[in-house]
Every structure is written in C-alpha cells, then in structure tokens.
C-alpha cells in the first residue's frame, strides 16, 4: 500500500485544520487506517485509528474531543479533522495501515503492526 498524507499547514491555535492521506496498492477497505504524530526531538505516538468500516475508532487522550478520523472506501482516503488546535498538536502528521481491517476491543494496534506508512504532512500550531 502506498500512502500519502498531505494538508499540512501553519495555523493559529484555537484553529481547525483537516489533513488526508491517499492509499493504493491493494484493497483500501481491507486496512484499519491510523494517524500518528512527531514533534521535533520526540517519539512517534498514536493520534488515532478507524476499522475499516469505520465501526470502531480509537483517539489518543490529548485529542479526544478535539480530534476526529473518519474514511472515504470509495475514494480509498482517510482524513483527520482537527479542531481547537493547540501549539502542543504541532508535529509531522503520519498515516498509517494495519494488516488488518478489524480493530480489536481491547485498545488501538501498538506502532509497529502498522506494515504501511506515509511521508508525512507538517502541522504547525502558533501561539
């Protein structure tokens, strides 16, 4: 599967910002799709996931109720809208894709069972 994310930008905080990715290579709706996130001189961490009919979705804490990842199948896209921005949410954005399309109840697929990733899309957040 390749993926590209991109609608990364510069924004004030208090701001909404959406980015997406692209997928192709193999069956979009077979891949529980995530983003993660890295800040300069930090770990990757998980931003968030969607199964692949978007029956279950897991955020992160400090995004939950600020964040939401939704897909398109049809368009073989996901997309992360992201409100109430905060100077903390700056960080390159990264998708994601799961070997599998279900996602587990116990909690989102740790990092490295994602086989897939993207490049990459920078948000920026001023104060």
């Known amino acids: 599967v390749l993926l590209e994310a991109y609608g990364g930008g510069l924004v004030q905080a208090g701001e909404s910002l959406s980015v997406s990715c692209s997928a192709c290579g193999s069956p979009f709706s077979s891949h529980a799709m995530g983003w993660f996130r890295q800040a300069p001189g930090k770990e990757r961490e998980f931003v968030a996931v969607?199964?692949?009919?978007?029956?279950?979705?897991y955020y992160s804490d400090s995004v939950k109720g600020r964040f939401t990842i939704s897909r398109d199948n049809a368009k073989n896209k996901v997309y992360l809208q992201m409100n109430s921005l905060k100077p903390e949410d700056t960080a390159v954005y990264y998708c994601a894709a799961d070997s599998y399309g279900v996602l587990s109840d116990s909690g989102p697929p740790k990092r490295f069972e994602y086989d897939y990733w993207g490049q990459g899309t920078e948000v920026t957040v001023s104060s």
């Open positions: 969607i199964s692949w009919n978007g029956g279950r979705i």
